[in-house]
């Protein structure tokens, strides 16, 4: 059973960077970061698939964030820079596995405020 441990958030002022980490405790094949704001809705932020390395990114986070995956710590990244106010979220990992429901990390916050 795969389990998934988010760290890296925290307060940043606008312009600034942040990366956060998402570890998982075994074999995957994709992982995704979603974004939750308050009293909004879960939302995809990007995502990694391991067999070809393509990735996704939301329109609003192109250009500045970037995903990225470190094979031998079994650990996938979300590098996030020229944070906005509007990227202010609790930020989760998800995997989807190929049978069982998805998986998802306990999330980290992030705030970006000055």
């Known amino acids: 059973h795969v389990q998934l441990v988010e760290s890296g958030g925290g307060l940043v002022q606008p312009g600034g960077s942040l990366r956060l980490s998402c570890a998982a405790s075994?074999?995957?094949?994709?992982i995704a970061w979603f974004r939750q704001a308050p009293g909004k809705e879960r939302n995809a932020v990007s995502c990694?698939?391991?067999?070809?390395?393509?990735?996704y990114h939301e329109d609003s986070v192109k250009g500045r964030f970037t995903i990225s995956r470190d094979n031998a710590k079994n650990t996938v990244y979300l590098h996030m820079n020229s944070l906005k106010p509007d990227d202010t979220a609790v930020y989760y990992c998800?995997?989807?596995?190929?049978?069982?429901?998805?998986?998802w990390g306990q999330g980290t916050q992030v705030t970006v405020s000055s």
């Open positions: 075994g074999d995957t094949y994709a």
């Open positions: 998800n995997y989807n596995p190929l049978v069982g429901s998805p998986i």
């Open positions: 990694i698939n391991f067999s070809d390395g393509k990735t």
